[in-house]
C-alpha cells in the first residue's frame, strides 16, 4: 500500500480545521524528513535531522522519563544456596540522555537492565521511582520498550508490513489510518530504512535489522528505551551507525539505557552518561569525560592514547581492590561525576526538563491512564483479528514448509493405501484393518506433536519482546495461534484420510466417512496441543525427547485389549482413559464396524464376518461415537489450557525465578 503523503498532510489538516482547531497545522510540522542514505550516517548529518519524528512526538505524546533506583539488590537461589548479583547499587537515569551501562563479563549489567525495566522482579530490593513517584507497573510498562539481546523480528514480513502491525496493535484507535501511515514512514525514513520498506527481515543486514527493531517499538513513542547489547555481531560501521542514531533520539527527550560490553574510544564519547558495573557494585556513574580523572583519584592513570572504556574495564578485572575502592569512591552510585551541562559537541543540545515540569507531566499522563484503564492499546477482538491476519500471512508465504507438509501427507496416505489395500470389507482379515486404523491414529499423533515440539520454542522466543512490551495479551496470541493452524491442519488432513479410506477399500459411505474424519482431526487437534504443551516448557532438544517420550506410553495404553477385549481389567480401563489416544482409535473403529451389514468373506469361514465381533475382541462393544468425541475435545481444551499456562510461566522471569528457587530448595534439603 503506497501512501500519498500530501494527500496525508491536507486530510490532517482539514481533520484538524473539522474538530475546531483555529488554523491548520503548520505544513513544515508535517513534512516527513529526508531520507537519510545509510552512506551519510554520519553524527553531524543525524544532529542537522533531530528535527525529526515531529508527527510522531506531536501525535502519540508521553510524557518524558526520569528513573531513580536506591540500593537495588539482588539474589538468586540456586543449589549451592543464595547468590547475591548487585549489592545495593544507586543510580539516576534522565530523559534526554543517552546511557551506557559497561562493565567486564558477570559484573550484572543485564541483571540491572532487566530490574529497570520490570522484566525481572523476584529477589529484588531497594527503591525504584519514577519522576519521584514509586514505579507503577502498570503505567511504567507502557512508557518503556525493552529491546533484548537476543530479540528477533518476525519472518516472511517486510519491514513496512511490520510496521503497519505494531501501529495498528500499539496505536490502536489513538490515531486514524492517515496518521499511522505519516508516522510509519517518519519512522523509516529517520532511521534510514524507507528504501527497505518492502524488504522482508531475515534479509535485512544485521544493522538494518537492529535498526528495524528499535523502530518497531518508537510506533507508539515511548520516552524510554531498554537495549540489551544493541552492538552485539555489528560491524563497527553498523555500531556507530546505530549508537548515533539512539543519540539521536535521546535528544528529543527520550530516556535511552542500554548496556554495552567495550565500546570503542569514538563510541564511548557519544554517550551522555556513563555507569560502570563491576562485581555487583557501580564504580562510576557520570559524563563520560570525567571518567579519566576520576580514575587517577584510585591511583589508575590512564594513558592518553587508550581507550578509556577499555581501560576502565582492564583496570577492574587485573586489580582485585578496584572495584570496593572506585564504588566508596562513588558511594555505591549515589554520587554522580557530571559536567555542568551537557551539550553534544558540534551537535544540539539534549531535551532536558526540570524536576516540577517533569513531575506535573508525569502525573497527568498517569491520571489519564488511570481514567482510561485499559491495560493495552485494543481489544481482545482487534488484537485477535491482526495476530490472525499475521500468521495466516506468514504461513502462506513458507511456501518451503507446506510442499514439505504436502509431500508428507501425500507419501504417507499412499504407502498406508498400498500396505492396507482393499481390506476395508474383508471379513478374513479384520485385525489387519484394525491396524489400518491404528497406523491412521500414529500419523496423526507423531505428525502434529512433533511440529509444535521442533518449531515453537523459536516461536516462543519472538514472542518474548512483543508480550513484554505490551503489544497484545497473551490471550489473544494464543487464541490467533490456536486457530491459524486450523485451516492447513483440515487440509491435508482430509487429503490424507480421503486417500487412504478410498484405497483400503473401506466402505463408500458419506457418513462413515466423515465420522472418520472427524475422530482423525480432533486426534490432530489434540496432538497438536500436546505438542505445544512440551513446546512450551522445554527447548527443542529437550523437547525432542520428551514429546515421544510423553505420546509412546499414551500410545501402549490405546491399544491394549487388542483381542481380549470383553476381559480388560478395570484398573487397565482407567489407565486406559487417561489416554487421548484411545478414544480417537474407539471413534475410528466405530465409524467403521458400528451399524454395518456383515462383511465379505471369499473363504469358507470367516469368524470375523460379523462387524460387531471385532468390536468385542478389542473392548470396544459398548463404546458410544459422540462419547468419543467429547472426550477428545475435553483432552483438547485440558492440552491447550496446560500449554497456555506453560507458555505464561515461561514468559515470566518472575515465575521462573520462584520455581528454580523451590526445586533448589527442596534438593538442598534432600
Given at each position: ?345 558540534g551537535g544540539r543540545k539534549p531535551v532536558l526538563h526540570s524536576d516540577e515540569s517533569i513531575q506535573r507531566i508525569f502525573v497527568e499522563h498517569v491520571a489519564k491512564e488511570q481514567t482510561q484503564k485499559m491495560e493495552f492499546a485494543t481489544t ?206 474407539s471413534g475410528f473403529s466405530l465409524s467403521l464396524y458400528q451399524n454395518r451389514q456383515a462383511m465379505e468373506c471369499h473363504e469358507d469361514f470367516c469368524l470375523y464376518a460379523d462387524p460387531n ?58
Amino acid at each position: 500500500m503506497s501512501v500519498n503523503v500530501p494527500l496525508v498532510r491536507r486530510a490532517i489538516a482539514g481533520a484538524a480545521l473539522a474538530h475546531g482547531a483555529s488554523s491548520p497545522p503548520n505544513p513544515l510540522e508535517l513534512e516527513t524528513p529526508t531520507p537519510i542514505q545509510e552512506s551519510q550516517w554520519t553524527p553531524a548529518a543525524l544532529e542537522r535531522a533531530g528535527s525529526t519524528l515531529k508527527a510522531l512526538n506531536r501525535m502519540a505524546k508521553r510524557p518524558p522519563v526520569h528513573i531513580l533506583f536506591e540500593d537495588v539488590g539482588y539474589t538468586v537461589s540456586s543449589h549451592k544456596g543464595e547468590r547475591r548479583i548487585l549489592h545495593h547499587v544507586s543510580g539516576e537515569f534522565r530523559s534526554g540522555e543517552l546511557t551506557c551501562i559497561l562493565g567486564p563479563s558477570g559484573a550484572g549489567k543485564s541483571t540491572l537492565l532487566n530490574i529497570l525495566a520490570g522484566y525481572t522482579s523476584n529477589g529484588v530490593s531497594g527503591r525504584i521511582t519514577v519522576n519521584g513517584h514509586a514505579r507503577e507497573m502498570r503505567v511504567f510498562k507502557k512508557l518503556s520498550s525493552y529491546i533484548m539481546q537476543d530479540d528477533m523480528l518476525q519472518p516472511r514480513l517486510s519491514a513496512l508490513e511490520l510496521m503497519r502491525i505494531a501501529a495498528d496493535l500499539k496505536l490502536g484507535k489513538e490515531l486514524g489510518r492517515a496518521e499511522k501511515e505519516l508516522i510509519i514512514e517518519e519512522i523509516l525514513q529517520t532511521l534510514g530504512l524507507w528504501e527497505h520498506r518492502d524488504t522482508r527481515s531475515e534479509r535485512l543486514s544485521g544493522g538494518q535489522y537492529k535498526r528495524l527493531s528499535v523502530a518497531l517499538e518508537l510506533v507508539n513513542n515511548p520516552p524510554i528505551i531498554f537495549l540489551d547489547e544493541p552492538t552485539t555481531g555489528l560491524d563497527i560501521v553498523s555500531v556507530r551507525q546505530l549508537v548515533v542514531l539512539l543519540r539521536l533520539l535521546s535528544r528529543q527527550g527520550r530516556t535511552i539505557i542500554c548496556t554495552v560490553h567495550q565500546p570503542s574510544a569514538s563510541l564511548f564519547s557519544l554517550f551522555d552518561r556513563i555507569y560502570v558495573l563491576a562485581r555487583g557494585l557501580c564504580c562510576y556513574q557520570g559524563a563520560p569525560p570525567l571518567l579519566v580523572p576520576y580514575l587517577s583519584e584510585v591511583g589508575h592513570v590512564c594513558p592518553t592514547t587508550h581507550n578509556p572504556a577499555d581501560f576502565v574495564v582492564e583496570a577492574l578485572v587485573e586489580d582485585i581492590e578496584a572495584p570496593a575502592q572506585m564504588s566508596e569512591l562513588c558511594q555505591n552510585g549515589k554520587l554522580c561525576r557530571k559536567l555542568d551541562r551537557i551539550t553534544a559537541r558540534g551537535g544540539r543540545k539534549p531535551v532536558l526538563h526540570s524536576d516540577e515540569s517533569i513531575q506535573r507531566i508525569f502525573v497527568e499522563h498517569v491520571a489519564k491512564e488511570q481514567t482510561q484503564k485499559m491495560e493495552f492499546a485494543t481489544t481482545f477482538l482487534t488484537q485477535f483479528l491482526i495476530l490472525s491476519k499475521r500468521m495466516f500471512v506468514q504461513n502462506t508465504r513458507n511456501s518451503l514448509t507446506l510442499w514439505i507438509q504436502l509431500l508428507h501427507h501425500l507419501i504417507s496416505a499412499g504407502l498406508l493405501g498400498s500396505i492396507f489395500f482393499l481390506v476395508g470389507n474383508d471379513a478374513s482379515a479384520p485385525i489387519v484393518n484394525f491396524k489400518f486404523c491404528l497406523s491412521c491414529l500414529v500419523f496423526f499423533m507423531y505428525t502434529y506433536i512433533m511440529i509444535p515440539v521442533l518449531l515453537f520454542p523459536t516461536e516462543v522466543r519472538l514472542l518474548r519482546r512483543e508480550y513484554f512490551n505490551r503489544w497484545y495479551s497473551l490471550k489473544a496470541y494464543y487464541a490467533a495461534l490456536t486457530f491459524s493452524s486450523l485451516p492447513v491442519m483440515a487440509s491435508l488432513g482430509f487429503l490424507f484420510l480421503g486417500i487412504c479410506y478410498f484405497m483400503s477399500g473401506q466402505l463408500m459411505e458419506w457418513d462413515r466417512f466423515i465420522l472418520f474424519s472427524i475422530s482423525g482431526l480432533l486426534t490432530a487437534i489434540c496432538s497438536e496441543g500436546l505438542g505445544l504443551l512440551v513446546g512450551s516448557a522445554f527447548s527443542v532438544t529437550n523437547g525432542s525427547i520428551v514429546g515421544p517420550a510423553i505420546a509412546a506410553p499414551l500410545l501402549a495404553l490405546c491399544c491394549y485389549g487388542m483381542g481380549f477385549g470383553p476381559t480388560i481389567e478395570t484398573s487397565m480401563r482407567t489407565l486406559m482413559s487417561a489416554s487421548y489416544l484411545r478414544y480417537g482409535l474407539s471413534g475410528f473403529s466405530l465409524s467403521l464396524y458400528q451399524n454395518r451389514q456383515a462383511m465379505e468373506c471369499h473363504e469358507d469361514f470367516c469368524l470375523y464376518a460379523d462387524p460387531n465381533l471385532i468390536l468385542r475382541d478389542v473392548g470396544m462393544a459398548n463404546d458410544n461415537y459422540i462419547i468419543q468425541v467429547v472426550a477428545l475435545l475435553a483432552f483438547t481444551a485440558l492440552h491447550r489450557l496446560l500449554a497456555y499456562f506453560a507458555l505464561r510461566y515461561r514468559l515470566t522471569a518472575e515465575f521462573s525465578n520462584k520455581f528454580m528457587a523451590y526445586v533448589s530448595k527442596f534438593l538442598k534439603h534432600r
